[in-house]
């Protein structure tokens, strides 16, 4: 069976860490990043389709807080094989970025950076800072960057880097779905199960 791994992002809250966990916990229903927007969708379609799809809930995902040695910690309780698909959503995509850039033994059949952020403005401090390998879109088989257009900046600016880097990844823009939220595309994300499909 292909398998799947689905990365949430961060919480653009700005709180205290606490204050940030309790938003999240405290919800009806108490859901974690790795349940909100279009992720527990994607994951039903995946698995219809025969892909084991698993979205881990990263620690702490929230601007106070995050600290990528937990992340990876986290991360690596996951196998990666050579046919699996790996998504991530924002500052996830950028996470899978790094994890993948220092993991140069490892192979999958597909990366999808979905409205990535490697945090070009250094928000999350040294989260993000890596030598990306310029050699990633060979032991990934396929990377597609899908965005839009009306973003925040520090996104267009990530996607702007990320071609920099993989000139030859698949671009997928869209203009009018800003972040890929609940507010601008609801629960249901049907464009990027497509994207995948591919």
């Known amino acids: 069976m292909r398998t799947a791994i689905t990365l949430h992002g961060t919480s653009s809250l700005n709180e ?20 909100s927007n279009w992720i527990p969708w994607l994951q039903g379609e995946l698995c219809r389709r025969d892909i084991l799809t698993q979205t881990p809930e990263m620690p702490y995902p929230y601007r106070g807080r995050i600290n990528y040695t937990e992340w990876e910690n986290t991360f690596r309780q996951f196998e990666i094989k050579p046919d ?31 409205a990535p952020n490697i945090d070009p403005e250094n928000w999350l401090g040294n989260f993000m800072q890596t030598n990306y390998d310029n050699n990633l879109l060979d032991r990934m088989g396929r990377i597609d960057i899908v965005y839009s257009t009306d973003d925040r900046q520090f996104i267009l600016d990530s996607v702007k880097r990320i071609r920099e ?17 609940l507010s601008k595309i609801g629960t249901e994300f049907p464009e990027l199960l497509e994207i995948i499909a591919q």
């Open 16 to 35: 205290d860490p606490a204050e940030a966990r309790d938003y999240w916990l405290t919800r009806e229903p108490a859901m974690g990043m790795s349940n």
């Open 84 to 114: 699996t698909i790996l998504i991530g959503f924002s500052t996830g995509a950028g996470f899978l970025l790094k994890y993948l850039s220092q993991n140069p033994e490892i192979r999958a059949g597909r990366l999808v950076l979905v």
């Open 165 to 181: 880097i993989y000139p030859t990844a698949n671009i997928h823009e869209f203009k009018d779905k800003g972040h890929f939220t």
